[in-house]
């Protein structure tokens, strides 16, 4: 064999080396092999168990959309113009005038109207203080109360009586007038009396504060008359004031009194409520 067939076989198994190892590969998507050991990345080890699978099943959410806050209405405001109110006709609201409008049903016409007061609470004394709490459970109540006084306003038998003033002796003048002159005890006791109604859930409320109106005359409750009226010569007794009431539109509240008094030998208080309202 002389070296140029020893030249063919060489270069025939560089042909076929080439093949295995570079083009085979690339043709069916193997990597080179060169001899070198090339690390490897340890893949993640899939336990299946077709057994025990479970079919896994997806869970939807449902989005709620956003709804957007109305809008408020804005409150009217008034335009500071007094409003001119006129007539209309009538029959805008179905209204004839030729026809009978309807009646009411009076209250009284059918059933008896129960207007009697119950007292629920009493309070007497004679001096200053404050009481204790009283509650009123019900939505509408009254004070009654009354008052005896010292005496009356104007001292202690007082009487007017005139009399002349005489003129000097030389003059010779036996009279030259005449004077009102005002007898008896001049010392003047003015009663007096108040009531405090306190809110007790709210001490710094004051709901009202309650005086007799007119004041504490006792003269003029006894025996006094007017004259007047239709005819010129009508006389009319004074009537006695007492019991005063005083009229309360709010309750199922606690409250408490602050009683002030001076020159008052007693005096009486109730509070009452509508009979209706005890079962």
């Not at 006709?89 to 109207?113: A, H, K, M």
């Not at 000097?168 to 108040?194: D, N, R, Y």
């Not at 003269?219 to 004031?241: C, F, N, Q």
Request: proline content about 9%; overall charge neutral.
């Amino acid at each position: 064999m002389d070296k140029k067939d020893i030249m063919y076989i060489v270069g025939a198994l560089c042909i076929i080396l080439i093949i295995a190892l570079v083009i085979k590969p690339a043709i069916t998507g193997q990597p080179v092999n060169t001899g070198i050991p090339v690390a490897r990345t340890p893949q993640p080890t899939i336990i299946s168990n077709a057994t025990n699978a479970s079919v896994m099943t997806p869970v939807i959410t449902a989005i709620t959309p956003i709804t957007p806050e109305p809008t408020p209405t804005p409150v009217p405001t008034w335009d500071k113009n007094i409003s001119s109110v006129v007539f209309v006709n009538p029959s805008t609201y179905g209204v004839s005038f030729n026809q009978s409008l309807p009646g009411g049903t009076r209250i009284d016409s059918t059933e008896y109207r129960n207007t009697s007061m119950t007292t629920i609470a009493k309070i007497a004394g004679q001096y200053s203080g404050t009481t204790q709490i009283i509650n009123v459970p019900f939505p509408y109540w009254e004070m009654w109360y009354t008052v005896d006084p010292f005496a009356d306003m104007g001292g202690k038998e007082q009487s007017l009586t005139s009399t002349s003033v005489k003129g000097p002796k030389e003059s010779g003048v036996k009279s030259i007038g005449s004077a009102q002159v005002i007898q008896g005890a001049f010392s003047v006791a003015i009663p007096t009396f108040s009531i405090q109604v306190m809110d007790a859930d709210d001490p710094n409320r004051i709901i009202r504060t309650i005086t007799p109106p007119g004041g504490l005359d006792k003269s003029l409750w006894t025996g006094k008359s007017v004259t007047g009226g239709y005819s010129k010569d009508e006389t009319t007794a004074i009537p006695d004031p007492r019991p005063w009431k005083e009229k309360f539109y709010e309750g199922n509240n606690n409250y408490y009194f602050i009683i002030n008094t001076h020159a008052i030998n007693s005096y009486g208080i109730e509070i009452r409520v509508p009979s209706g309202y005890i079962k």
